[in-house]
């Protein structure tokens, strides 16, 4: 059976007012975040898969990018995992993009710029969520996808403590009930 390729390339573009683009995730894992997507499934670089993944959730052109953070961490996606080091090594940028802004219908169930109070919102409503008990597949759409909870600490986009990231881990690090490709568990 197929399983995850290990790689992730995320990509936050801010708008002339200060706004994030976001995509609603149309699947596991549940949230809204900036675009992101598997680098060595179907691409030949990074930067071949961040023009890809922008243009394909969101219909807009990169014109420019730098890159902010990379690392691992032990994300798990709806794909069967990686082996023998489950998650994902990142690749985390900043881009600028051109073009009418079109979420892709089924990968996304849209796209809109956040301000940053709005961000931290979806932020605080993913922590609520698990601090009551909440599960990753019940994750309401209106907060932030967990691994971005870390990914935007790293990048300085969002201020959390200590717990607060380590909840988020055991978030991002849970299995999904079934597999896109391989089944339930």
Do not use: F
């Amino acid at each position: 059976m197929k399983t995850c390729c290990g790689t992730s390339v995320g990509v936050l573009i801010e708008d002339q007012e200060h706004r994030l683009l976001m995509v609603t995730r149309g699947w596991w894992p549940k949230g809204t975040a900036p675009v992101a997507g598997h680098v060595r499934d179907a691409h030949t670089s990074v930067a071949e898969a961040l023009v890809a993944e922008v243009q394909e959730e969101t219909g807009l052109t990169v014109t420019e990018s730098g890159l902010l953070w990379e690392g691992h961490l032990p994300n798990l996606c709806a794909s069967l995992p990686h082996v023998p080091d489950p998650g994902h090594y990142w690749w985390v940028y900043r881009a600028t993009a051109t073009g009418v802004l079109t979420p892709a219908p089924g990968e996304t169930k849209g796209a809109s710029w956040y301000t940053r109070a709005e961000v931290d919102a979806l932020a605080a409503a993913t922590l609520d969520h698990y601090r009551n008990g909440g599960l990753p597949a019940d994750q309401p759409d209106a907060s932030l996808e967990a691994v971005w909870l870390r990914l935007m600490w790293e990048t300085g986009h969002l201020r959390l403590t200590v717990e607060d990231l380590a909840l988020a881990e055991t978030a991002y690090s849970t299995a999904p009930d079934a597999y896109w490709l391989g089944g339930r568990r």
